[in-house]
């Protein structure tokens, strides 16, 4: 089937995909959006309460529908599945959101589907790797939203640290959407100037404890917000609409989605959040980065928890 450039669905329309969908609407980015769950009077209802902003947005249909609606599109979201309560990490999530996801790959699959995949529900490395499996697609047609949204959170925390526009800031996390992230902090820099040699430029240096204050509010960030309000939902939501902002207009731009690796950082067998360039076709290229020695170490922990997750569902 012919894909349609401009035609978007999200499977799952809980906090999570009804948020996604109101930043597709804000962006303008496609022209026909639909709306799939497995409660299709949650869909219609999102659909009419989105559809009534379309009078101050870009021209765009937003409708509910079922599988067959959405074979064509450039690009499916998939949100479906149970969301992390207080207390739980995400990959207490696998079991359940496993079975959810083989189901909608099997319904995805028996369509001819030529758009891509991009992966949001949790556990997202193990399920992102999950869907690329199931589904025999391309590697660079089945991606994660991997640590974008931890890398805004570390964006923004250190441009509130150092007075500076978050968006001047360039620093990444990899690794696990979870626990056993790491942040890079040895590529760090602020336009170009190395972080440390910004911070003693603004007078007020970076200590290994500050450092370490700094990851931990971005590791645990998810944790505090489900604690005061249950979900989270709108910082993901703007990180998926930059994904496909970028596989839309072929930005080519550098982001660390949840991707297959194939020997990448000595790794392989697993999905893991690195950065990749990704543009029109996807992923385009995993990019390799330098990371120090601590780094390193750091990412093959975390990719050894990955692939212990994986070999638990029997992937």
Known sequence: MKVNPRKAAIIGCGFVGASIAFRF??????????LVDVNREKAEGEAMDLSDGLPYAEAMEITAGGYDDIAD????????????????????LIGKNIAILKG??????????????????????????????????PKNRVIGSGTVLDTARLKQILGEKLGVDSRNVHAFIVGEHGDSELAVWSGANVSGVDLDQFCHLRGDPLDHEEMERIYQGVRDSAYEIIRRKGATYYGIAMAVGRIAQCILRDEKAVLPISAVLEGQYGLEGLCLSVPSIVGKGGL???????????????????????????ASVGL
């Open 104 to 137: 909608v790959i099997g319904e995805i699959t028996a369509r001819d589907f030529g758009g891509i995949l991009l992966v949001v529900s949790n556990p997202v490395d193990v399920l992102t790797y999950a869907a690329w499996k199931l589904s025999g697609y």
């Open 284 to 310: 385009e290229e995993v990019l390799e980065i330098p990371l120090s020695a601590q780094e390193r170490e750091a990412l093959a922990s975390s990719a050894r928890q990955m692939q212990e997750a994986i």
């Open 73 to 92: 599109c450039a690009l499916i979201v998939i949100t479906a599945g149970a969301n992390q309560k207080p207390g739980e990490t995400r990959l207490d």
């Open 25 to 34: 609407l804000q962006q303008g980015l496609f022209s026909q959006l639909v």
